[in-house]
């Protein structure tokens, strides 16, 4: 075997890149092993129900599990570009409409730090700013694991909310809007250029519980890159900030990470665009387009672009979310 030669991490970066596929691999056996021995207990399943050894019931839950098990290994396999494998940053921006729009957006966020727990991926907050009376204005959270970006990337768009206010002394039905930004969380195995001649600092400090120095000492860092934008052909720029750490070199390094991650996913847009060009009609994810609907006093949760929708709106708000992406996938696998 390739990893145990008495050489093989003498290149780190190249022992890293081969043990991560060997880890991508392992992953596709165990998926098909659980498949298959779930698919030969449901014939056994079968088998004993024709001999009154079992209950239609026990059948149908063996079904039921093999059949989820079999989605579940379909779905990963929609995810078959370069970037799906990677890490995802989601930014969180609540829309216009004060204290509502801003308490919709914590509830986005809440909804996908549960979602983090539920699949064991890590989560980190790398900047936030509170609401003046409740929520939040906007957040940044930093997502690890295993495929997070390649399913995060059907929750790009805008995500609307229609309720009966708290916040409304009239008690008026409102509708909210938050947009959620997806990209991709590069690693060492994504080569991105930055011109330092175009790239300035700000300090500031860091505002939030928690902390000696916080309000005391700039750590937080806000960094400004001019660059030419690969999709429009434009000059632009883009602004981090970032708050995450007490080390205002900390927050530096995460800052270049997170703004190299913004510049790998406008390569990919260019790619889509390109492509787009060649098939036209396929499907592909719109920045500003409104993408799903949450109308609690319907109990109902609807996704426009593929029709699916629940009335579980709760475990929707808790987590949930897994058909959605699920059905988001098999629709619009490029």
């Known amino acids: 075997m390739r990893t145990q030669v008495p050489n093989f991490w003498d290149d780190a970066k190249a022992a890293e890149a081969q043990m991560r596929k060997v880890k991508e691999l392992k992953n596709w056996v165990v998926g098909y092993n659980e498949v298959k021995t779930a698919a030969d207990e449901l014939q056994l399943f079968f088998d004993f129900y024709k001999e009154d050894a079992v209950s239609e019931e026990e059948v149908d839950e063996a079904y039921r599990h093999t059949l989820n ?23 969180i921006v609540g829309g216009a409409g004060g204290t509502e729009a801003q308490d919709w957006a914590e509830m986005l966020f809440r909804m996908y730090q549960r979602w983090c727990e539920r699949q064991g991926y890590k989560c980190e907050i790398t900047n936030m700013q509170e609401g003046e009376e409740a929520g939040i204005k906007t957040v940044t959270m930093q997502i690890e694991g295993e495929m997070a970006y390649g399913y995060l990337k059907s929750e790009n768009g805008v995500h609307r909310l229609v309720r009966v206010s708290p916040f409304n002394a009239q008690g008026k039905r409102m ?10 969380l590069v690693d060492d195995t994504i080569e991105i250029e930055i011109n330092p001649a175009n790239l300035t600092w700000d300090t500031f400090r860091s505002s939030g519980a928690g902390g000696q120095n916080v309000n005391k000492v700039e750590t937080g860092v806000r960094c400004h890159y001019k660059f030419k934008n690969p ?90 979310i897994d058909a959605f992406i699920k059905a988001y996938l098999m629709e619009f696998p490029d």
């Open 175 to 184: 509708t909210s809007f938050t947009s959620v930004y997806v990209v991709p």
């Open 231 to 320: 999709v429009t052909n434009l000059m632009d720029e883009i602004i981090i900030e970032n708050t995450e750490s007490r080390s205002q070199f900390g927050n530096k390094d995460n800052a270049i990470r997170l703004l190299k991650s913004q510049l790998y996913e406008l390569e990919l847009e260019k790619r889509r665009v390109e492509t787009a060009k060649v098939e036209a009609g396929k499907k592909k994810i719109e920045w500003g387009s409104q993408i799903r609907s949450y109308v609690f006093d319907d109990r109902r949760v609807k996704d426009h672009r593929t029709n699916y929708q629940t009335s579980n709106v709760q475990g929707v708000m808790d987590g949930d």
């Open 69 to 91: 098990l079999i989605e579940t290994l379909e779905m990963k396999n929609m995810l078959s570009h370069e970037e799906d494998k990677l890490g995802a940053v989601i930014k």
